[in-house]
C-alpha cells in the first residue's frame, strides 16, 4: 500500500521560515517526480515544487521561486520543502503528491498517481 505522509505545517508569522517533510512508503520516490502541491482556501490546488528521479531536475512555481526549496534524501525516501520569507498568501493546506516522470508544476493534478493528506500552513501575524 502506497503512503504519502507530510508532516512539519503550523502556524507562523509573516517573514518565518517553515519546514515540511514528506515520508513515501510503498513506492520508491527515485522513480516518480516527487514533490508539493497546495490548496489555499476558495482557490484551486495548484503545484509548487517538484524534483524528478536520479537526475535532481527540480522545478518551482513562480510563487517558490528564490524562497523555497526542495529536497529529497534517498536513503530515507523522504522529500523535504523548506520554506522562507513567509507571506500571508502561502496560507494553504500543502500536499505532497508523487507522478510520472515528466510532470511539471503546471501539469493539471489529475496527472499525479499519489496524494498525501495534507498538511496545513497558516502564515498570519
Known amino acids: 500500500q502506497v503512503q504519502l505522509v507530510e508532516s512539519g505545517g503550523g502556524l507562523v508569522q509573516p517573514g518565518a521560515s517553515l519546514g515540511l517533510s514528506c515520508s513515501a512508503s510503498?513506492?520508491?520516490?527515485?522513480?516518480?517526480?516527487v514533490g508539493w502541491f497546495r490548496q489555499a482556501p476558495g482557490k484551486e490546488r495548484e503545484g509548487v515544487a517538484l524534483i524528478t528521479g536520479s537526475d535532481r531536475y527540480i522545478n518551482y512555481a513562480d510563487s517558490a521561486k528564490g524562497r523555497f526549496t526542495i529536497s529529497r534524501d534517498t536513503a530515507k525516501n523522504t522529500v523535504y520543502l523548506q520554506m522562507n520569507s513567509l507571506t500571508p498568501q502561502d496560507t494553504a493546506v500543502y500536499y505532497c503528491?508523487?507522478?510520472?516522470?515528466?510532470?511539471?508544476?503546471?501539469?493539471?493534478?489529475?496527472?499525479?498517481?499519489?496524494w498525501g493528506q495534507g498538511t496545513r500552513v497558516t502564515v498570519s501575524s
Open positions: 510503498g513506492l520508491n520516490l527515485d522513480n516518480y517526480a
Open positions: 503528491t508523487a507522478g510520472p516522470r515528466g510532470v511539471e508544476v503546471t501539469t493539471p493534478d489529475y496527472e499525479f498517481d499519489y
